[in-house]
């Protein structure tokens, strides 16, 4: 049997990985991930980690928050190349955005490098760079 811990890592996962907006959807993927909880487990949990939703109606992580909101407000378009992903942003924002990815601590970024209107992310795997990039377009209103 999967703990609280467990469904709290899942549930970590999920909600960056995936536009979960609501918590019957939240409870339909952890029910796919081998969990049995009800939505009132499901509500305790977003209590207990402290997750937020968006204007947009998606829950983040309290620690995300900061880093959507800078996207969505300041990123103008997003692009790949292997494991690399190059984020444009309005002039002199490159430095926040990037503050905002390093405070994230999103696993498999690697490191990141900003200019003015430019900002570099360097990701573990050509994968990684592609799911990275889908994160960040359910974040930017342009993209």
């Known amino acids: 049997m999967k703990n609280r811990m467990d469904r709290q890592a899942a549930i970590r996962e999920l909600v960056r990985n995936k536009s979960i907006s609501t918590q019957k959807e939240l409870a339909a993927e952890l029910e796919k991930l081998g969990f049995s909880c009800t939505q009132a487990t499901v509500s305790r949990d977003i209590t207990d980690m402290g997750l937020k939703k968006l204007p947009e109606g998606i829950y983040v992580l309290a620690e995300d928050q ?25 002039t002199g924002t490159a430095q926040g955005v990037c503050a905002a990815i390093d405070a994230a601590e ?4 690697v490191g990141t490098l900003a200019g003015d209107d430019t900002t570099l992310v360097v990701l573990r795997t050509a994968e990684d760079a592609t799911n990275f990039v889908d994160l960040l377009k359910r974040s930017v209103k342009t993209a």
């Open 106 to 109: 999103i696993s498999h970024v």
């Open 66 to 90: 900061r880093f959507h909101q800078m996207v969505s407000t300041l990123v103008v378009s997003v692009d790949s190349v292997d494991n690399l992903v190059l984020i444009k942003s309005q």
